[in-house]
C-alpha cells in the first residue's frame, strides 16, 4: 500500500495463543541476524496509545462497539505515524504484537461491525499492511485457559464470551485464506518451542524469498 524499505512484521491471534512468547523469539531472532527490530503492539505503542489502551481494556467501562472501533484506529494512527513510518523509512524491521487485521477480528467479526468500515478506516488513517503476518491459530478454549493460567486479572475484551471469541478466531482465519501470501498460519495448539521453531522457520523462507 506504500513504498518503504523497511519491513512490517504483526503477530496476530486470540488471547493466550503465544503472541507475546512469539514476539519475544522473533525481536532475538532477527537481532541475531544484525538486524535493527523496533517492537511495538496495539493497541498502544506510544504515549497517546497506551493511554487509549487504558481506556479500551479497563473493565471498568462500557465502551459500544462503534467507540471501540475508532479508538482503535485512533490508537493506530498515531503508531503509524510516529513510530511505524519512520522506522520503516530508515529501513527497520517493525516487529508488532497485533495490528489492523486484529480490528478485522475483534470489532468486525467479534463485534459483528461492517467490514467495508473498517476497510474504509484502514485506507484513510493507516495505509499501510504488513509485509507478513504470523497467525498463531488456537481453539478457543485453549486459549482463555491459558489466558487465565497467566494469572492476571481479564481486561474488558478478554471477558468476552465464547461466541465472541469464536467469531474472532473464524474471521482471522477467512482473512489468512484470502490472503495467504501475506499471512502465515501457526498451529498454536502444539509445546511452545514447536511453534516458536515453526515461526522462525517460516521467518527465515519468508526473508530468504
Ligand atoms: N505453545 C504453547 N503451549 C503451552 N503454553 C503456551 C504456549 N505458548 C505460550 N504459552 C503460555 O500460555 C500463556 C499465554 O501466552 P502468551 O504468549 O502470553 O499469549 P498472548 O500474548 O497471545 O496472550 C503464557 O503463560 C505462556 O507461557
Ligand atoms: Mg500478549
Known sequence: ?????????SIEGGEGAGKTTVFNAIRQFLSDAGLTVIGTREPGGTEVGERIRQVLLSPDHRIVPEAELLLMFASRAQLVR?????ALAEGHYVLTD??????????GGGRGLPLAQIEALERDFVGIRPDLTLLLDLGVEQGMARAHARGQALDRIEQERTDFFQ?????????AGQEPERIVIIDASQPQDDVVRQVLAALGRWMAA
Not at 500500500?1 to 512484521?9: D, E, N, P
Not at 467469531?167 to 482471522?172: A, F, G, I, K, P
Request: aromatic fraction near 12%.
Open 1 to 9: 500500500m506504500s513504498q518503504h524499505s523497511g519491513k512490517l512484521i
Open 82 to 86: 510516529e513510530l511505524i513510518r519512520p
Open 98 to 107: 497485533r495490528f489492523t487485521d486484529a480490528s478485522f477480528a475483534y470489532q
Open 167 to 175: 467469531r474472532v478466531r473464524d474471521t482471522y482465519r477467512q482473512r
